[in-house]
């Protein structure tokens, strides 16, 4: 049985174990009736007998299959032939590559060695016995986990205690694994990072001014020695940031008060969906919008006061990344506003303020906390948009303030660092992982400010 199947079959196993530990504690107490004699709901039998049935299945399947390739690899590399099993370890790999992908289906029959077609024969033979073997064994271990824990249900039996020890360690259990991917994450980024700045000096890299990663790749190619100044990346993700949060925040922000203090309920209720309809679109879209209607109309209207615009430009990129960000910052924001308790209008409204007068001194100040972090997360957002800058802004790393014309992100770099068949020693490869762990202690340093003010100013107004 295949694992797809396997897992299938046990997720049926599992649906019947709560069925038998259900019905057991109700037959105990003599039905429905006698629920009141069981110390647990009868579901809470029934789910205990379920996770027993199912989790120790589930350890088993996940151990089998993280060492079962490993295991056949080793049997079948034990009866290759003197000739092929003597090879040198890399070419030996080579061997066992050309395995895997005909098993896989990856590649014809013809292309690999009689060699590699016999240990794929044995390979799916030994493969087959495995997949019997622990089929047998998850039926074995779940038909008698079952069948234990049934013979052990009684009415005093505290089920509901134990399911949520259980569920309790799977919660654990999630957050650990949620947590420990993060680290590896940033630990394999910084890895790399610090590799980069082993051959190139963190000051050349954070305070240079010129940005052209091009390395030589053979001995006799000359003027390609690469520069690695990130300034232009950074002035460059920092200037269409600022253009994308001037145009989002204003309207973010007035579009929520609208909706929120103004708008009468049965507007509210079609036009909020509506806007937040936006931050569905795919940023590939707002990619060509940029390049097909924004970029042209901005050079279009330059070219009718007598300003140079470029085909691509930061204004372009920005401007269309702002509307994209409207919906973030104005949900965020109405969330804020709404959450204001209405005692603090009322009491405004008493002392004699106006409607506007209670919206600027009281409601805004009071959500002025959580409105903030929305922007700071919002300006994260903006920071770490690629496709947009790609389509409207170029690749040029031009280190400049003027808005009309062409610059480049740090996310752009990254993606066109690592595009094609890269070498993982060069500098040139190294530096996305490098421009990756700049923008990642960005991110996390707003993150840290959004959350700072948050906890600080909710505080105070509870």
Not at 104 to 109: E, H, K
Not at 235 to 251: E, H, K, N, Q, R
Not at 267 to 291: M, Q
Request: proline share 4%.
């Amino acid at each position: 049985m295949n694992p797809a199947a396997l897992l299938l079959a046990l997720a049926l196993l599992s649906v019947g174990a709560f069925w038998i530990g259900k019905s057991r504690s109700l037959a105990l107490v003599g039905g429905s009736r006698g629920v009141r004699n069981l110390h647990s709901l009868p579901s809470h039998y029934g789910l205990m007998t379920a996770m027993w049935c199912a989790l120790p299945a589930l350890l088993v399947i996940g151990v089998w299959l993280a060492f079962q390739d490993a295991i056949i690899l080793r049997l079948i590399t034990e009866h290759l032939p003197a000739g092929v099993r003597d090879l040198p370890k890399n070419e030996l790999s080579l061997v066992l590559n050309d395995v895997r992908n005909l098993v896989a289906g990856n590649v014809p029959a013809s292309s690999v060695s009689e060699a590699a077609r016999s240990a794929s024969a044995e390979y799916l033979h030994l493969r087959g016995i495995s997949r019997m073997a622990l089929t047998v064994l998850v039926l074995v271990l779940t038909i008698g986990a079952v069948l234990t824990v049934r013979a052990k249900i009684t009415p005093e039996l505290r089920a509901r205690n134990r399911v949520e020890v259980v569920i309790e360690w799977l919660l654990i259990a999630c957050s650990t694994i949620a947590v420990f991917t993060t680290i590896g994450i940033v630990a394999s980024v910084a890895f790399e990072a610090f590799r980069f700045f082993a051959i190139i000096s963190p000051i050349d890299f954070l305070f240079g001014t010129a940005w052209s990663p091009q390395m030589a790749i053979r001995a006799d190619q000359v003027g390609s020695s690469g520069s690695f100044g990130a300034v232009p990346l950074f002035a460059g993700t920092a200037l269409i940031s600022f253009i994308a949060m001037f145009i989002a925040v204003p309207i973010g922000l007035f579009s929520a008060i609208y909706l929120a203090e103004y708008a009468h309920p049965r507007f509210r209720t079609w036009a909020k969906p509506l806007l937040e309809v936006l931050a569905g679109v795919p940023t590939v879209v707002y990619g060509f919008f940029a390049a097909l209607t924004i970029g042209p109309a901005l050079r279009g209207w330059g070219a009718s006061i007598g300003l140079d615009v470029a085909s691509e430009s930061a204004l372009a990129a920005g401007f269309v990344m702002g509307i994209m960000i409207i919906p973030f910052v104005s949900s965020l924001a109405d969330d804020m506003i709404s959450a204001v308790p209405q005692s603090l209008r009322d009491g405004a409204y008493a002392l004699g303020a106006t409607r506007s007068e209670t919206i600027k001194q009281v409601v805004i100040r009071a959500a002025l906390p959580g409105i903030v972090g929305g922007v700071l997360l919002a300006v994260s957002r903006a920071i770490g948009e690629t496709m947009i800058v790609v389509m409207a802004a170029g690749l040029s790393a031009n280190l400049t303030a003027n808005p009309f014309e062409a610059v480049t992100t740090v996310t752009v770099q990254i993606v066109t660092l690592l595009v094609g068949d890269q070498e993982f020693d060069s500098p040139k490869t190294l530096a996305a992982f490098a421009l990756g762990l700049v923008l990642f202690l960005v991110t996390l340093l707003l993150n840290v400010i959004a959350l700072h003010i948050v906890r600080k100013y909710r505080e105070q107004y509870e």
